[in-house]
């Protein structure tokens, strides 16, 4: 099986879906902070006739529903080792609740790697899966998200998950 992608729509957008073989390796919000290279998710477009990514549809559909709190799908993102370890704590976290990056870091031993810790998570491949959404300022507040803060809103609150009231810019 080759590296292949399709558009799943959800109520959250489109999202482009990227599978190798027999693992998801990314799903991309529209206007999302690291999209994958040009050329790099596969020349075959695919429906949803494929059996990984209409599995994949259906947990979506579950989870969005209020149905699913964790996904089975197989995944592979690709990542150095730092950035897989705290793609590992984001399993983690539970359905419905939140972390900072600040306690990420510490549980890694090291409060000082909040920073370098953002950044993995800013670049985890695998939005909603890995659930990077559930990771939020030290105050609780909604901080960067690369599908949007108003997509992060929107899955914290299908969640449950406390969300501290933001103020609009505009």
Not at 25 to 44: D, K, L, N, R, T
Request: contains cysteine; glycine residues 12%.
């Amino acid at each position: 099986m080759s590296r292949r992608h399709a558009t799943l729509t959800t109520p959250l957008g489109d999202l482009l879906v990227v599978a190798d073989g027999d693992a998801l390796v990314g799903i991309y919000f529209p206007e999302h902070w690291h999209p994958p290279v040009a050329g790099s998710i596969g020349v075959e477009v695919v429906a949803r006739d494929d059996e990984l990514i209409t599995r994949l549809g259906v947990e979506l559909d579950e989870y969005l529903a209020g149905g699913r709190t964790t996904f089975d799908v197989p995944t592979a993102p690709t990542g150095d080792e730092f950035q897989h370890a705290v793609w590992a704590m984001l399993r983690d976290i539970p359905h419905g609740a939140t972390t900072s990056y600040g306690e990420l870091a510490a549980r890694l031993g090291d409060r000082n790697l909040a920073r370098r810790v953002g950044s993995a998570v800013g670049r985890n491949p695998l939005s909603i899966i890995v659930p990077c959404h559930r990771v939020v300022g030290a105050d609780g507040s909604l901080t960067g998200y690369a599908g949007g803060l108003e997509r992060k809103r929107f899955l914290l609150e299908l969640e449950g998950a406390p969300v501290v009231a933001q103020a609009r810019l505009f």
